[in-house]
């Protein structure tokens, strides 16, 4: 009797512990995506006004009140922050999309415009940081490895939109899906780009440019040409 309450005392306090520990990892891991998400913010303003060269990684640690060492447990270089802006970028695009009521009843281009339209919205928010970070992003860090997370998760996004308009039978199934799930990808990022240059008023040329663009691929998607 004595041995079998030694047991169940035993094994209570595996369970208690193994709860506890749980409940830490869960509170480590929330303040981790805190820390994170502060860094970034920190750096946003700091980049905005100093310049993207201009700001070092002490002094985005000194702005998020972090020690110098600890802010490469988040990032391991500076570019990394712009990394996860991009990827940032991509989840707030994908929530929005995901409460636009009646999205799925919108056309396979209406929801590309709109899936534009949120990222461009997004990045006019931060048009100046943005303004800072493109030359290291588009001409040096572009192809750098860190970039997938959230190029994937663009892709993702595109694929999920292709996918629902082969079942309804708005366009073909494609065979060079792959292809053009990429291409498609470095059009979007192309039009941020060229909205990045554009100098019209309210980004009108911008807008002409994604109505007529997206017209020409909309029209070549349903022909089923591609195939």
């Not at 470095?186 to 008023?201: K, R, T």
């Amino acid at each position: 009797y004595t041995i079998i309450l030694t047991n169940s005392y035993f094994y209570d306090s595996i369970f208690t512990l193994k709860l506890y520990k749980d409940k830490m990892m869960k509170i480590s891991k929330e303040k981790q995506v805190k820390v994170k998400k502060k860094i970034l913010a920190c750096a946003i303003e700091l980049i905005s006004n100093n310049g993207y060269k201009k700001t070092s990684m002490s002094k985005i640690a000194k702005k998020a009140k972090i020690g110098e060492a600890t802010i490469y447990n988040y990032f391991p270089t500076k570019e990394h922050i712009l990394f996860e802006y991009y990827y940032e970028l991509q989840l707030q695009t994908k929530a929005i999309l995901l409460k636009t009521k009646e999205f799925h009843t919108f056309s396979l281009k209406e929801q590309l415009q709109l899936l534009i339209n949120t990222q461009l919205e997004l990045l006019a928010n931060n048009r100046t940081f943005v303004l800072e970070i493109y030359e290291e992003i588009f001409y040096k860090t572009f192809t750098h490895p860190a970039m997938d997370k959230g190029n994937k998760e663009l892709i993702l996004m595109i694929k999920e939109l292709f996918d629902m308009a082969t079942e309804a039978n708005e366009i073909q199934e494609m065979v060079f899906s792959n292809t053009i799930l990429n291409l498609s990808s470095d059009y979007i990022f192309g039009v941020i780009y060229y909205w990045i240059q554009d100098e019209s008023e309210n980004y009108d040329n911008t807008t002409l440019m994604i109505d007529k663009s997206l017209e020409i691929i909309y029209t070549v998607l349903q022909s089923g040409l591609i195939n």
